[in-house]
């Protein structure tokens, strides 16, 4: 019955306000004195117009949701709208005085029903647009079901807002199932946490001022384990969000960054970082490295990264060397290669450990975003603690709410990078963050650094869970193109075209093939699931069977070509692309490289390479005198067989008619 309290009262207001207008009229046109026949034919018609006001308006503002509760807005709509009403009257009292018909009289009150009634639904449906367009609410929960509740629950409700109040929680138990404003009061803070899942809530609003540091710290355990937001109201500080609370109570406020490895991940995080209010320092081994960067230059492709470099650059924000500097959060971007017999290769962790060593204090976040084998954040922390005995490192502890030690510590967490080489600095910003902390308190501090840049959603697990899971979607999609290479042999030997098979089977809503090609490369789905395999050679039977897979399919592009280039006394052989994938310069691990070295070697012909995204070959082609770098005009034409190795969007747009009398292969399906 509460809900319908204010809209009976609005009823009643808009009836009178509707009944006394031509009254005001009245009085104004007669200066206070008004004939006898104005009146009776006002109170005559009085109760029809009330009547028709009420029945067709307000009836669906009771039961219709749109209609809550009077806005500002609306009631400076319905104020003008009196106004015109008033006046209209006026302007016929004065005109035709007491002579004026019935159904003048009855014209300008359904005028003035209009005015009043049109201009509040303008207002209504207008806030309602504005809501649509908005697409999404933010599901809200307040905690706090007292009068400080019940203020920001009004204050919610009655502001054009996008979030929607889902229900209240407090602990006194003789206010759960009460009803206030219409949403329930569910339960305590004991219960938040399920509430928070089974609502599906977006954020939470403190409004109690009774909450002491032990519920603050529920509560906020509650917020980040559902990944929602928390916000605090009156009584306490302003911090926004959960992970502000903690850095409140924590201490942890980062202003410095020191960026360990100036590569495709270092680089474009620091360039980043320094435009969002960072004092950036970058680190690399490479001297011509930090001064092309110093100089405001990028020494590889990266779309959009030149502008954002110099900006941070000629800020002062960002500057590079060969040797760290004191900071408050290090992190580790450096390379995590394997050896020959697909063991990994921790050198570079460690040494970038040891050269940070001599810096990090008491308070220091270090994360290590280099793709990682499971264990080597923990091992991290030994390799420091050998070098800086005197620092309280982190040891690994079962990942369940911790009490928070007071005690100077460092703090190390795991945050792999999970962007795509061409388009790294939009995906660094709103792609979801996993961080994986070797305690919970270093997952917590890691959070509240990267929440002042990321926009995508900030999950937290152990630094082993987080190092696997980096591992887990690399090795998913290796075993999906695994999978799409064996169909392509099992095509190739029945005559069966396996772009068009694979395209005919994608239309299943089950199914999702990825597409077969000369093989895998780049920096982790080429050498990530190794890392699973090391660690469990046992267990990882598909994994590893799928990274043979994988590794196998260049030698079987290179015997392909070359059985055709046996049919010329000279073969001339074009193969177009390096890169490890298209749009980029990238070549580690790159199958299409591999593909021309072993052609080389195997005294296949002369080799036309082109890469339209380097000037030069790589070192390990340069010295092979068969090999040449070359325009792609001139290798088409002096070409005798095209290899397609990469999809670059260049190669999409060669005349089909250049290609006749050639022997072409499509590895990538580029022209089916």
Not at 31 to 43: A, K, R
Request: proline letters at 5%.
């Amino acid at each position: 019955m509460r809900r319908q309290l204010v809209p009976i009262m609005l009823m009643i207001l808009d009836a009178s306000i509707v009944a006394i207008t031509p009254f005001i009229a009245l009085f104004i046109r007669y200066e206070g004195t008004v004939s006898t026949s104005n009146l009776d034919m006002i109170l005559r018609n009085l109760p029809l117009i009330i009547l028709l006001w009420v029945a067709p308006f307000h009836l669906f503002k009771l039961y219709h949701r749109l209609w809550r509760y009077a806005s500002v807005n609306e009631l400076i709509a319905i104020m003008v709208a009196v106004t015109l009403g008033s006046v209209l009257f006026y302007a016929s009292f004065f005109l035709l005085g007491d002579s004026m018909p019935r159904s003048v009289y009855l014209l300008i009150w359904f005028l003035n029903i209009a005015f009043v009634g049109g201009s509040r639904m303008f207002v209504r449906v207008l806030k309602h647009a504005q809501n649509v367009n908005r697409n999404t609410h933010s599901r809200v929960l307040i905690v706090g079901a007292d009068d400080a509740g019940a203020v920001l629950a009004r204050s919610l409700m009655e502001k054009s807002t996008d979030k929607k109040l889902i229900g209240f929680i407090d602990d006194d138990a003789e206010k759960h199932g009460r009803r206030l404003f219409g949403v329930p009061v569910l339960g305590g803070i004991d219960q938040l946490k399920n509430w928070l899942e089974q609502l599906k809530i977006n954020e939470v609003l403190v409004a109690s001022s009774s909450l002491d540091t032990v519920m603050l710290d529920s509560i906020s355990e509650s917020c980040v384990q559902a990944n929602c937001q928390l916000k605090l109201t009156g009584g306490f500080m302003s911090p926004e969000g959960a992970a502000t609370l903690k850095q409140s109570r924590i201490g942890f406020s980062p202003q410095r960054v020191c960026v360990v490895g100036l590569g495709y991940i270092g680089l474009p995080t620091a360039s980043l970082l320094a435009t969002r209010d960072f004092v950036v320092h970058g680190v690399d081994i490479s001297q011509h490295c930090v001064d092309v960067i110093n100089a405001g230059e990028v020494p590889f492709y990266e779309p959009e990264l030149d502008l954002m470099l110099k900006a941070a650059t000629s800020s002062g924000r960002l500057t590079a060397s060969t040797k760290p500097v004191p900071a408050d959060v290090f992190i580790l971007c450096v390379p995590t290669p394997f050896k020959e017999n697909h063991k990994p290769n921790l050198e570079f962790i460690q040494a970038a450990i040891e050269s940070i060593a001599p810096y990090v204090t008491a308070g220091n976040l270090i994360v290590l975003e280099s793709t990682s084998p499971i264990g080597t954040t923990e091992l991290a922390g030994k390799w420091l603690k050998q070098q800086r005995p005197d620092l309280t490192v982190p040891i690994r502890e079962i990942y369940e709410k911790v009490q928070l030690r007071e005690e100077p510590e460092v703090f190390l967490a795991h945050c792999p990078e999970r962007v795509l080489p061409g388009q790294i600095l939009r995906e660094l910003v709103e792609n979801d963050r996993i961080i994986g902390g070797v305690n919970r308190r270093s997952a917590e501090v890691a959070r509240i650094f990267y929440s002042q840049f990321v926009k995508g959603k900030i999950l937290l697990t152990d630094s082993r869970t987080a190092e696997m899971s980096k591992l887990t979607e690399n090795a998913f999609r290796d075993v999906n193109i695994a999978f799409a290479n064996e169909l392509s042999l099992i095509c190739d030997k029945h005559d069966i075209n396996v772009w068009e098979l694979i395209d005919l089977a994608n239309h299943h809503p089950r199914v999702s093939i990825l597409q077969p090609g000369p093989g895998v490369g780049g920096h982790c789905i080429a050498v990530d699931p190794w890392f699973i395999v090391d660690s469990a050679p046992a267990e990882a039977r598909l994994i590893r069977t799928a990274r043979e897979v994988n590794d196998a399919r260049p030698d079987y592009v290179v015997n392909q070509v070359f059985d055709k280039a046996a049919c010329f006394k000279q073969p001339v052989i074009a193969c177009l692309g390096l890169s490890f994938k298209a749009g980029i310069d990238d070549l580690r691990e790159s199958p299409a490289v591999k593909i021309v070295k072993k052609l080389a070697q195997r005294a296949v012909g002369r080799i036309l390479v082109v890469e339209p995204y380097t000037s030069e070959l790589p070192e390990e082609l340069s010295g092979i005198s068969a090999v040449e770098e070359s325009a792609l005009s001139e290798a088409l034409n002096l070409a005798n067989i095209v290899v397609l190795l990469v999809n670059h969007p260049v190669f999409s747009y060669i005349d089909k008619d250049l290609l006749k009398g050639k022997v072409v292969f499509d590895t990538r399906g580029l022209w089916r």
